[in-house]
């Protein structure tokens, strides 16, 4: 009972994660990228940036049920090759994030003070933003990958 509760929780978290970073993806960045008012740019980085405390606890809840479920199932760690991509990648895109929040966190900053200033954005804050966005790419097909390995267990 326990573990379907905790598997449940699991595939909750991934939806809620990978969902985000499609909806983000396919919707939210493209938008972004033909927007050329540079005043609803700052506005949007501000929207970006604060997504940490929406994804946050998702991807917390996401580890700790994972850790829970290798155990629980008999898996433990490292033991099965796709099990231990799965986890490989999940230390990979965790130290990418660790990297990248406090990057985040000042853009955020950045963008309220462009907008308190009434400023548009320039293309220093745009060129910053763009190269952070990279990394949520490379973290979003890590979180794909992950997904697959779980459905197909390679």
């Known amino acids: 009972m326990l573990y379907t509760f905790l598997l449940f929780v699991h595939l909750l978290c991934v939806v809620v994660w990978l969902g985000g970073a499609l909806v983000e993806t396919f919707y939210f960045m493209p938008r972004f990228k033909k927007e050329i008012d540079g005043h609803s740019e700052v506005r949007f980085i501000r929207m970006?940036?604060?997504?940490?405390?929406y994804y946050g606890p998702a991807i917390i809840l996401l580890l700790l049920t994972g850790i829970f479920l290798s155990i629980m199932g008999g898996?433990?760690?490292f033991t099965s090759l796709w099990l231990s991509i799965k986890q490989?990648?999940?230390l990979a895109v965790l130290i990418i994030l660790?990297?990248?929040?406090?990057k985040m966190k000042k853009l955020q900053r950045e963008a309220l003070l462009y907008?308190?200033?009434k400023q548009p954005m320039d293309d220093e804050l745009?060129?910053?933003f763009n190269k952070t966005?990279?990394?949520f790419d490379i973290i979003h097909i890590g979180?794909?990958?992950n997904v697959v390995l779980a459905v197909w267990k390679f």
């Open 48 to 53: 970006w940036a604060s997504s940490g405390s």
């Open 75 to 77: 898996w433990g760690f």
């Open 88 to 90: 490989l990648i999940m």
């Open 98 to 102: 660790f990297l990248v929040a406090p």
């Open 115 to 117: 907008q308190i200033r």
């Open 126 to 128: 745009r060129e910053r």
């Open 133 to 135: 966005t990279r990394f």
């Open 143 to 145: 979180v794909l990958i």
